[in-house]
């Protein structure tokens, strides 16, 4: 696909160079007033952010929560139950991210291709069947498996939302609708705890009450999927929520972005390009160390907790709190990350590999961060403690590199005078052109 130069900025490209879902319902918001699509926009994202956004704040609440099961069966006797010794455990926590890590750019491709609602719905009934094997798992190297396989299910999630997002929300609104979806995780903690907690008080049962926080964990898992299936859009173009009209109003909103709604066909020129984008690198070095974050924290604090004496119950109820530290302290520089490849990447196949090179090595670190647990500085793990908030550091600073370089890629191009009019810079999102190829996309920062 030829790259528009500067004196192509009034032409707009024929329709021959448009493959994208939205293209058709773009074409349509045309015969309608702005000033009318700007205040119908309104009520549009009112309908998307009180029906869609709650469907995705909850399936990611309970992907996590899927997660967490083994965190929270490990204060009631799950090592000694399953004959864990040494790293064992350690490797079990891995396990999951191993998994995520080979399916992260296949499931990325997968999204690419085929329709997100049916696909996570789909995936939800996997999952949660996974989850509850967990309680038939009896020694150390079938919970590797099982939590491996878990993993690799899991793994289109979150680019899954990073994509409907972009696609639903405009640039200005997806950093915010991110952090509703995302911060999700500290509030899956403190749910998963307070259910940690209820569930050990059950006496009386066949199975130790580690194996019941799988089964109840895996059968809320399973019944949501059907309502994911059923009512979550695949994008603006078919979301049953909106009418005809509300939803090319809805393709309407999202044409700002410059980067269109969805083009299946995969494009390697695009992936070339992601490969050669400093940009894209910069992104992953922040990948490596939040994953080191969040798999550090999210598989021992319990043990954490634990080792100061406290009883299991106790430990499951004192987790709460580290779940609202979650959303205000590790969520929000996570959030403000996990936009970037939606709201700054364009081209629907550099997106998808930034997205999915971006998961590969944040899977990574996840891999990484349970390993700086070293189990002779049990039970206070100062040692980690401290590579925790050098890893937190380190991403701080890569975001600040990330910015000035988008900031003074945005300065060279309005230098040269790169500009075009709205109607211009929405028909080339459509024509699914790079961020490098669109002379006239400007990067958030």
Known sequence: MATLSPSDSTEI????????????????????????????????????????????????????????????????????????TGDDYSWVSSALYFGWLIGAYPSNLALQRFPIGKMIGTMLFVWGSICMLQA???????????????????????????????????????????????????????????????????DGLAIPNWKLIYVVVGTITIAWGFVIILYLPDGPHNAKCLTEYERIVAVWRVSKNQTGVKDPKIMPHQIKEALLDSKTYLLLLMAACYGILNGGVANFISS??????????????????????????????????????????????????VLGLYFIVYCSGNIAGPHIFIPPQAPRYFGAIKGLLVAYCIAAGLQVAYTAVCYMENKRREKEGLVADAEVEALEGFGDLTDKENVHFRYRI
């Open 136 to 202: 038939a798992v009896f020694n150390f190297s079938g919970f590797f498996a099982i939590r491996f396989s878990l993993g690799f299910v899991e793994a289109c999630i979150s680019p899954a939302w990073i994509l409907l997002t972009s696609m639903l929300w405009t640039r200005e609104e997806q950093p915010l609708r991110t952090s509703f979806w995302l911060s999700v995780n500290g509030m899956s903690s403190i749910i998963g705890a307070l259910l940690s907690y209820g569930l050990g008080h059950v």
């Open 13 to 84: 490209p024929s329709k021959a160079n448009f493959a994208d879902i939205g293209y058709d319902l773009f074409q349509q918001s045309q015969q309608y007033d702005t000033t009318q699509l700007e205040i119908d926009s309104v009520k549009v994202r009112r309908k998307l952010d009180f029906i869609v956004l709650p469907m995705m704040m909850t399936t990611y609440m309970l992907s996590f929560l899927d997660k967490q099961t083994l965190n929270y069966s490990n204060a009631y006797g799950l090592q000694p139950d399953t004959h864990m």
């Open 304 to 353: 954490i907790i634990k080792g100061f004496g406290y009883s299991p119950l106790k430990t499951s109820l004192l987790q709460t709190p580290g779940g609202a530290f979650e959303i205000n302290v590790l969520g929000s520089p996570i959030v403000l990350n996990w936009t970037l490849p939606a709201v700054n990447v364009a081209g629907h196949t550099k997106r998808s590999t």
